[in-house]
């Protein structure tokens, strides 16, 4: 995971799938990147992935709740149809903004 701490926006970028495989270096690199920033806006650029599992969805839901615990808005960047049907399935674009994002040359 990419970690960009930028003055107005921590941007984290997930490399790999949030799966359980990961799940635990990508909880520490994402809790270590919300202490280490001051900005105001958070943003979970899930671009480059294509699968997620409950693990997956654990973290991001504890993302969002460690960001409104520090008064931080939170939004997501998906460009995977699949990706983005869980968020709606789960109804969690309801407590957060789910952007979709196009691929380059879409």
Same mark, same amino acid.
């Given at each position: 995971?990419?970690?960009?701490?930028?003055?107005?926006?921590?941007?984290?970028?997930?490399?790999?799938?949030?799966?359980?495989?990961?799940? +635990?270096?990508?909880?520490?690199?994402?809790?270590?990147?919300?202490?280490?920033?001051?900005?105001?806006?958070?943003?979970?650029?899930?671009?480059?992935?294509?699968?997620?599992?409950?693990?997956?969805?654990?973290? +991001? +839901?504890?993302?969002?709740?460690?960001?409104?615990?520090?008064?931080?808005?939170?939004?997501?960047?998906?460009?995977?149809?699949?990706?983005?049907?869980?968020?709606?399935?789960?109804?969690?674009?309801?407590?957060?903004?789910?952007?979709?994002?196009?691929?380059?040359?879409?």
């Amino acid at each position: 995971m990419q970690v960009q701490n930028q003055h107005e926006e921590l941007r984290l970028v997930a490399e790999e799938n949030l799966t359980s495989t990961h799940a +635990i270096v990508l909880r520490h690199v994402m809790q270590n990147g919300l202490k280490q920033t001051q900005a105001p806006n958070v943003v979970l650029d899930l671009t480059h992935i294509h699968e997620i599992d409950s693990m997956g969805m654990q973290l +991001i +839901i504890g993302l969002f709740k460690s960001c409104k615990e520090q008064a931080k808005t939170f939004r997501l960047e998906v460009a995977s149809p699949h990706i983005q049907s869980v968020f709606r399935l789960c109804k969690l674009n309801t407590l957060f903004t789910v952007s979709e994002v196009f691929p380059h040359g879409v």
